[in-house]
């Protein structure tokens, strides 16, 4: 089986301050990993996601990721924020084979302040 | 344009009142499934599908119903609505062999 926890429910940051979005996971067998966005009123947007290869990845809107496998953990992360990154995120992994299911965290609602 | 279409986009019923989502995709993805999104919960599973007349339950399956006829389409039936199944649903639909789900814009839905 596999979790995925999000200890942040709510991070608030001012405007072109970084931001890091914590993510980790437990799995007994390989898993995918994927950051999504999700802007008020509206659907989920795949943000980046780590299949395989290097362990830092880039997504939109310049946010970037790195897994780390020792620590089981998936941390979001971006430079500089702007007020339209406000929004809630989650980190959800998926196995690598065997099922096509998703299991998600439950969340974190980033707020940029001006 | 590859999308997933979810309607209605916001529903008010009342309890007990058959109600049914639908959900299309145009990818010819074989795999479906339905989450709810509810405050702290994250997305949970209601219902999967791997491919025409498969389906299974997931995680929360507790007074839903699906149906896949059509590789395209998905419904979600709620066949007696109860206030806590007020919440927002979401349909996604990957392709076989895909790393990759497309969600729908979401269904808000409120059951007096």
């Known amino acids: 089986a596999q979790s995925v926890t999000q200890l942040d429910s709510q991070v608030p940051v001012f405007e072109e301050a970084p931001v890091e979005l914590r993510c980790n996971y437990s799995?007994?067998?390989?898993?995918?990993l994927f950051w999504y966005v999700q802007y008020p009123n509206q659907g989920l947007q795949l943000l980046l996601k780590?299949?395989?290869?290097?362990?830092l990845v880039k997504g939109i809107n310049g946010f970037e990721a790195e897994f780390n496998k020792s620590q089981t953990s998936f941390h979001l992360r971006k430079p500089s924020v702007h007020i339209s990154d406000t929004a809630e995120y989650f980190c959800a992994v998926t196995p690598t084979s065997g099922t096509y299911k998703y299991i998600f965290g439950t969340g974190t609602r980033l707020k940029v302040l001006a | 344009e590859a999308q997933v279409t979810q309607n209605p986009r916001y529903l008010i019923t009342v309890t007990g009142k058959k109600l049914t989502v639908t959900c299309s995709q145009n990818?010819?993805?074989?795999?479906m499934s339905w989450y709810r999104q509810d405050p702290g919960l994250g997305l949970r599973q209601i219902y999967y599908s791997m491919n025409v007349e498969v389906t299974d339950k997931g995680d929360v399956p507790e007074g839903y119903k699906v149906s896949r006829k059509e590789k395209r389409n998905f419904p979600l039936i709620l066949e007696s609505p109860s206030p806590n199944q007020t919440s927002l649903y979401f349909c996604?639909?990957?392709?076989?062999?895909?790393?990759?789900?497309?969600f729908g814009q979401g269904t808000r839905l409120t059951v007096v």
């Open positions: 799995s007994s067998v390989s898993v995918y």
């Open positions: 996604a639909s990957r392709g076989q062999g895909s790393t990759e789900a497309f």
């Open positions: 990818m010819n993805h074989e795999y």
């Open positions: 780590y299949l395989s290869g290097s362990t």
